[in-house]
């Protein structure tokens, strides 16, 4: 069955200009062409869908999500407020709203197992496609210890073998973890070597985690079973141990702009930065002192450290470090990139081909070409003149996910 969007203004995700007048042919779950109307042809018995005076979009893509956490109060954390039936039930509504705002692939940087990807595989409820990092790996002390601010550990006795334990010391244990997690289903490997805004006290944004020796083991362990290693990192020695041992990508990344050598070698090498800016525009309110404190502290560092990015060419990706700060819409880290210095063009491919680099999935999503999956959004505006038109549902009139309509808002 061939598909045809016909009409609309394309931005294909590659940074050419936009489009207009474009048609995208659609042949099962791929692109098969895509350029100006005039110059394609297709079968006469086609589905074609007039989407004109719209923009049409790659599928949005967020490289750093938690879509199983809903908060970050203790009882939610530990998972003591609700039954874990209700909280999946909540999971599959984010993932659902996620889709229908455009999204049709999130990273989830930890907390989602490996059963959310095949329901959503399977057809049984929907959401985007899903690269999953299952856990944290840190050590003890860590953001992936689960500890209260006060330093005690989660009082219940969870054990789901799908959520694996994912403190690890020495290099034996860690190269354990790291195949441990993939057996529960990683499709990509999440440390942290610091602290962050909302970590404990005492375990702060430049408070390194992890020898060299232990990262070393752990990125060459992910790298031979095929996973890339994202790794939150803010500051500090933490932050240069990461970049030291290889890792694909610095998430946050707030103090990189101390560090103007580590960040050339980032450029040069393709290590990608995952500012995540949404999740500390949060944070600078937080009702905990300690971490209201923190997130004001870096934020010109941040905002400095998304410049010289930029200047430098270290490649930038979208992720909003979502739930914890519940699940605000996806596309706010867009409009943030735009204020912290990128142009509308730079932070739409942030969200889109720049983000599939930096899941090793560019040769399948991220761009609007022939051969890539056909993972569509069609906007109601012109994000190239305001990026906010992607905050408002009502203007996501069009999502396709491997050639298949999922959302269609179109005015009827
Ligand atoms: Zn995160």
């Not at 895509?34 to 006469?44: K, S, V």
């Not at 999130?106 to 329901?119: E, H, I, P, T």
């Not at 980032?266 to 300690?290: I, N």
């Not at 081909?353 to 930096?358: F, R, S, V």
Request: proline share 6%; aromatic share 4%.
């Amino acid at each position: 069955m061939t598909l045809v969007l016909t009409g609309a203004t394309l931005i294909d995700g590659t940074g050419a200009a936009p489009v207009p007048d474009a048609a995208v042919v659609i042949d099962g779950e791929r692109i098969i062409a895509a350029g100006p109307r005039r110059g394609l042809a297709w079968p006469a018995d086609a589905q074609v869908m007039d989407v004109a005076g719209r923009t049409l979009l790659p599928g949005l893509i967020d490289a750093h999500d938690h879509l199983a956490s809903h908060g970050y109060g203790l009882a939610t954390r530990f998972g003591l407020d609700e039954p874990a039936s209700t909280a999946h039930m909540r999971t599959a509504r984010v993932l659902s709203e996620t889709l229908s705002m455009g999204y049709t692939t999130v990273r989830d940087a930890g907390g989602l197992d490996s059963g959310f990807k095949l329901a959503v595989e399977q057809g049984l409820i929907p959401g985007p496609r899903l690269v999953l990092a299952i856990q944290i790996i840190s050590p003890t002390g860590g953001i992936g210890d689960r500890v209260s601010p006060s330093g005690h550990g989660c009082c219940c006795a969870v054990f789901d073998p799908l959520l694996p334990n994912s403190v690890a010391n020495g290099v034996d244990a860690v190269r354990d973890v790291v195949r441990t997690m993939v057996r529960a289903g990683a499709d990509v490997i999440k440390t942290a070597t610091t602290g962050g805004a909302s970590s404990r006290p005492g375990h702060g944004p430049k408070d390194a985690a992890f020898s060299l020796e232990e990262m070393q083991a752990l990125v060459t362990e992910s790298h031979a079973l095929g996973r890339r290693v994202m790794c939150h990192a803010l500051g500090g020695p933490g932050l240069r141990t990461a970049l030291l041992a290889g890792v694909d990508s610095i998430e946050h990344g707030s103090y990189l702009d101390e560090e103007p050598e580590m960040m050339a070698q980032m450029a040069e090498r393709g290590v990608f930065l995952v500012p995540t800016l949404a999740v500390y525009v949060y944070h600078r309110e937080s009702q905990s002192p300690h971490v209201r404190a923190r997130a004001r502290e870096l934020h010109q560092h941040h905002v400095a450290t998304v410049q010289r990015a930029l200047d430098l060419g270290v490649p930038i990706a979208a992720g909003t470090d979502a739930g914890g700060h519940g699940h605000p819409k996806n596309a706010l880290e867009i409009v943030y990139l735009v204020e912290a210095g990128l142009t509308p063009m730079q932070a739409l491919r942030a969200a889109t081909q720049w983000a599939a680099k930096c899941l090793g999935l560019e040769r399948e999503l991220g761009t609007v070409e022939k051969g890539r999956l056909a993972d569509l959004v069609v906007v109601d505006g012109n994000p190239l003149d305001d990026v906010k038109v992607l905050l408002e549902p009502e203007r996501i009139q069009l999502v396709v996910k491997g050639g298949a309509v999922c959302v269609d808002r179109r005015p009827k």
